[in-house]
Protein backbone atom coordinates (compact mmCIF):
# COMPACT_ATOMS: atom_id res chain seq x y z
CA UNK A 1 0.00 0.00 0.00
CA UNK A 2 1.36 3.48 -0.83
CA UNK A 3 2.35 5.88 2.09
CA UNK A 4 0.97 9.29 1.60
CA UNK A 5 3.59 11.80 3.63
CA UNK A 6 2.79 15.42 4.96
CA UNK A 7 4.76 17.70 7.76
CA UNK A 8 3.62 16.19 11.35
CA UNK A 9 3.70 20.15 12.19
CA UNK A 10 3.85 23.96 11.35
CA UNK A 11 3.76 27.52 12.85
CA UNK A 12 2.29 30.15 10.94
CA UNK A 13 2.20 34.00 12.21
CA UNK A 14 -1.62 35.21 12.87
CA UNK A 15 -2.35 37.10 8.67
CA UNK A 16 0.84 35.02 7.15
CA UNK A 17 1.22 32.59 4.88
CA UNK A 18 1.78 28.48 4.79
CA UNK A 19 2.07 25.97 2.53
CA UNK A 20 1.38 22.32 3.58
CA UNK A 21 2.24 19.44 1.13
CA UNK A 22 1.21 15.98 0.56
CA UNK A 23 3.56 13.42 -0.97
CA UNK A 24 3.23 9.87 -2.34
CA UNK A 25 5.47 6.98 -1.90
CA UNK A 26 4.41 5.86 -5.35
CA UNK A 27 6.33 9.42 -7.08
CA UNK A 28 4.85 12.73 -8.38
CA UNK A 29 1.41 13.96 -6.90
CA UNK A 30 -0.70 14.38 -10.05
CA UNK A 31 -4.57 15.40 -10.64
CA UNK A 32 -4.91 11.61 -11.28
CA UNK A 33 -4.79 10.95 -7.74
CA UNK A 34 -7.74 13.25 -6.68
CA UNK A 35 -6.04 14.69 -3.46
CA UNK A 36 -8.06 15.78 -1.10
CA UNK A 37 -7.68 18.46 1.92
CA UNK A 38 -9.68 17.97 5.17
CA UNK A 39 -9.94 20.20 8.36
CA UNK A 40 -10.26 18.99 11.84
CA UNK A 41 -10.43 21.05 14.66
CA UNK A 42 -10.33 19.54 18.31
CA UNK A 43 -13.32 17.64 18.70
CA UNK A 44 -14.94 18.07 15.59
CA UNK A 45 -15.63 16.10 12.79
CA UNK A 46 -13.38 16.16 10.14
CA UNK A 47 -14.78 18.66 6.63
CA UNK A 48 -13.83 18.55 3.64
CA UNK A 49 -11.57 21.68 2.69
CA UNK A 50 -10.60 21.35 -0.82
CA UNK A 51 -11.08 18.52 -2.99
CA UNK A 52 -9.77 17.49 -6.71
CA UNK A 53 -6.83 19.24 -6.50
CA UNK A 54 -8.23 23.25 -6.28
CA UNK A 55 -11.82 22.66 -5.78
CA UNK A 56 -13.61 24.25 -2.83
CA UNK A 57 -17.20 23.69 -1.26
CA UNK A 58 -18.81 26.43 -0.42
CA UNK A 59 -17.50 26.86 2.99
CA UNK A 60 -13.92 27.14 2.51
CA UNK A 61 -12.61 30.61 2.89
CA UNK A 62 -10.86 32.07 0.18
CA UNK A 63 -7.99 32.42 2.13
CA UNK A 64 -7.20 28.49 1.37
CA UNK A 65 -5.96 27.28 -2.23
CA UNK A 66 -5.06 24.12 -3.49
CA UNK A 67 -2.21 23.12 -6.14
CA UNK A 68 0.27 21.03 -7.10
CA UNK A 69 3.90 21.99 -6.31
CA UNK A 70 6.90 20.13 -6.99
CA UNK A 71 5.24 17.06 -7.43
CA UNK A 72 3.74 17.14 -4.45
CA UNK A 73 -0.25 17.97 -3.83
CA UNK A 74 -0.52 21.48 -1.55
CA UNK A 75 -2.84 23.54 0.65
CA UNK A 76 -1.37 27.50 0.91
CA UNK A 77 -3.19 29.40 3.85
CA UNK A 78 -2.75 33.07 2.81
CA UNK A 79 -3.69 35.34 5.59
CA UNK A 80 -4.12 32.99 8.53
CA UNK A 81 -6.38 33.37 11.07
CA UNK A 82 -6.64 31.92 14.81
CA UNK A 83 -9.34 29.49 13.90
CA UNK A 84 -7.79 27.83 10.92
CA UNK A 85 -5.54 26.23 14.04
CA UNK A 86 -6.63 22.74 13.22
CA UNK A 87 -5.30 19.53 12.35
CA UNK A 88 -4.82 19.10 8.02
CA UNK A 89 -5.24 15.65 6.33
CA UNK A 90 -4.92 15.00 2.57
CA UNK A 91 -5.77 11.90 1.01
CA UNK A 92 -5.12 10.12 -2.07
CA UNK A 93 -6.94 8.17 -4.71
CA UNK A 94 -5.04 4.44 -5.98
CA UNK A 95 -7.13 3.17 -8.49
CA UNK A 96 -10.28 3.50 -5.88
CA UNK A 97 -8.06 2.52 -2.43
CA UNK A 98 -7.69 5.93 -0.63
CA UNK A 99 -5.23 6.54 1.83
CA UNK A 100 -4.26 9.51 4.45
CA UNK A 101 -1.54 10.94 5.32
CA UNK A 102 -0.66 11.60 9.02
CA UNK A 103 -2.07 15.35 9.08
CA UNK A 104 -0.19 18.27 9.72
CA UNK A 105 -1.09 20.12 12.75
CA UNK A 106 -1.09 23.74 12.19
CA UNK A 107 -0.50 26.31 14.62
CA UNK A 108 -1.34 29.88 14.56
CA UNK A 109 1.43 31.85 17.04
CA UNK B 1 -29.51 19.59 3.13
CA UNK B 2 -26.97 16.39 3.15
CA UNK B 3 -26.98 14.43 6.26
CA UNK B 4 -25.31 11.58 7.38
CA UNK B 5 -26.62 10.38 10.54
CA UNK B 6 -24.77 7.13 12.31
CA UNK B 7 -26.31 4.73 14.96
CA UNK B 8 -24.62 5.50 18.63
CA UNK B 9 -21.57 4.49 20.64
CA UNK B 10 -20.94 0.81 21.59
CA UNK B 11 -18.89 -1.52 23.74
CA UNK B 12 -17.94 -4.71 22.73
CA UNK B 13 -15.82 -7.73 23.85
CA UNK B 14 -12.65 -8.36 22.02
CA UNK B 15 -13.31 -11.45 19.52
CA UNK B 16 -17.15 -9.76 18.99
CA UNK B 17 -18.12 -7.67 15.93
CA UNK B 18 -19.89 -4.33 15.94
CA UNK B 19 -21.92 -2.97 13.19
CA UNK B 20 -22.21 0.84 12.71
CA UNK B 21 -25.11 2.28 10.80
CA UNK B 22 -25.27 5.43 8.79
CA UNK B 23 -28.63 7.18 7.40
CA UNK B 24 -28.60 9.12 4.36
CA UNK B 25 -30.95 12.06 3.85
CA UNK B 26 -30.67 15.34 1.49
CA UNK B 27 -30.00 13.62 -1.70
CA UNK B 28 -30.73 10.23 -3.50
CA UNK B 29 -28.73 8.00 -2.19
CA UNK B 30 -28.28 5.16 -4.98
CA UNK B 31 -25.87 7.99 -7.09
CA UNK B 32 -23.02 8.31 -4.32
CA UNK B 33 -20.58 6.19 -2.77
CA UNK B 34 -20.46 6.09 0.76
CA UNK B 35 -16.57 5.62 2.48
CA UNK B 36 -15.56 4.53 5.93
CA UNK B 37 -13.32 6.21 8.12
CA UNK B 38 -11.73 5.70 11.66
CA UNK B 39 -9.92 7.41 14.27
CA UNK B 40 -8.15 5.79 16.98
CA UNK B 41 -7.86 8.02 20.85
CA UNK B 42 -5.13 10.62 19.29
CA UNK B 43 -4.60 9.49 16.26
CA UNK B 44 -4.89 10.33 12.35
CA UNK B 45 -7.74 9.41 10.15
CA UNK B 46 -7.40 6.07 8.38
CA UNK B 47 -9.63 4.95 5.54
CA UNK B 48 -11.16 1.68 5.86
CA UNK B 49 -12.98 0.79 2.64
CA UNK B 50 -15.84 1.88 0.34
CA UNK B 51 -18.82 1.03 -0.68
CA UNK B 52 -21.00 2.38 -4.08
CA UNK B 53 -24.87 2.31 -3.48
CA UNK B 54 -25.18 2.55 -7.33
CA UNK B 55 -23.77 -0.86 -7.87
CA UNK B 56 -23.25 -2.87 -4.68
CA UNK B 57 -19.38 -2.85 -5.34
CA UNK B 58 -16.26 -2.93 -2.61
CA UNK B 59 -12.81 -1.63 -2.28
CA UNK B 60 -11.37 -2.30 1.35
CA UNK B 61 -8.06 -1.33 2.59
CA UNK B 62 -5.53 -4.34 2.94
CA UNK B 63 -5.34 -3.90 6.70
CA UNK B 64 -9.22 -4.36 6.75
CA UNK B 65 -9.65 -7.71 4.41
CA UNK B 66 -11.21 -10.45 5.72
CA UNK B 67 -12.78 -8.79 8.85
CA UNK B 68 -14.92 -5.91 7.61
CA UNK B 69 -17.84 -6.05 5.49
CA UNK B 70 -19.75 -2.72 3.45
CA UNK B 71 -23.34 -2.99 2.51
CA UNK B 72 -26.23 -0.90 1.52
CA UNK B 73 -29.99 -0.73 1.68
CA UNK B 74 -31.19 1.49 -0.73
CA UNK B 75 -35.14 1.11 0.52
CA UNK B 76 -34.00 3.00 3.78
CA UNK B 77 -30.86 5.22 2.22
CA UNK B 78 -29.01 3.14 4.94
CA UNK B 79 -25.15 1.85 4.39
CA UNK B 80 -23.38 -0.22 7.66
CA UNK B 81 -20.12 -1.83 8.42
CA UNK B 82 -19.57 -4.49 10.38
CA UNK B 83 -16.40 -5.01 11.59
CA UNK B 84 -15.49 -8.64 12.86
CA UNK B 85 -13.03 -10.13 15.28
CA UNK B 86 -12.74 -7.08 17.63
CA UNK B 87 -9.42 -6.08 19.11
CA UNK B 88 -8.38 -3.22 21.64
CA UNK B 89 -6.99 -1.24 19.21
CA UNK B 90 -9.93 -1.08 17.37
CA UNK B 91 -11.02 1.43 19.36
CA UNK B 92 -11.75 4.68 17.81
CA UNK B 93 -14.47 6.97 16.55
CA UNK B 94 -16.09 5.68 12.95
CA UNK B 95 -17.17 7.88 10.36
CA UNK B 96 -19.21 7.26 7.10
CA UNK B 97 -18.90 9.89 4.30
CA UNK B 98 -20.39 10.70 0.80
CA UNK B 99 -18.04 9.33 -1.57
CA UNK B 100 -17.86 10.48 -5.02
CA UNK B 101 -21.04 9.52 -7.34
CA UNK B 102 -21.52 7.37 -10.17
CA UNK B 103 -20.18 10.38 -12.92
CA UNK B 104 -17.90 13.31 -10.87
CA UNK B 105 -16.40 13.81 -7.55
CA UNK B 106 -16.96 16.40 -5.19
CA UNK B 107 -17.16 17.56 -1.34
CA UNK B 108 -17.26 14.64 0.83
CA UNK B 109 -20.10 14.93 3.56
CA UNK B 110 -19.39 13.21 7.00
CA UNK B 111 -21.52 11.52 9.58
CA UNK B 112 -21.00 12.84 13.56
CA UNK B 113 -19.16 9.44 13.93
CA UNK B 114 -20.02 6.47 16.53
CA UNK B 115 -17.24 5.56 19.44
CA UNK B 116 -16.58 1.57 19.32
CA UNK B 117 -14.98 0.51 22.12
CA UNK B 118 -13.16 -2.57 22.38
CA UNK B 119 -12.52 -3.97 26.31
CA UNK B 120 -10.61 -6.91 26.60
Known amino acids: QAVVTQEPSLTVSPGGTVTLTCGSS?????????PYWFQQRPGQVPKTLIF???NKPSWTPARFSGSLLGGKAAVTLSGAQPEDEAEYYCLLSYTGVRVFGGGTKLTVL | QVQLVQSGAEVKKAGASVKVSCKIS????????ISWVRQAPGQGLEWMGWIGAYNGHTKYAQKFQGRVAMTTDTSTSTASMELRSLKSDDTAVYYC?????????????WGQGTLVTVSS
Open chain 2, 97 to 109: ARDCSSLTCSEWY
Open chain 1, 26 to 34: TGDVTSGLH
Open chain 2, 26 to 33: GYTFSDYG
Open chain 1, 52 to 54: ETN
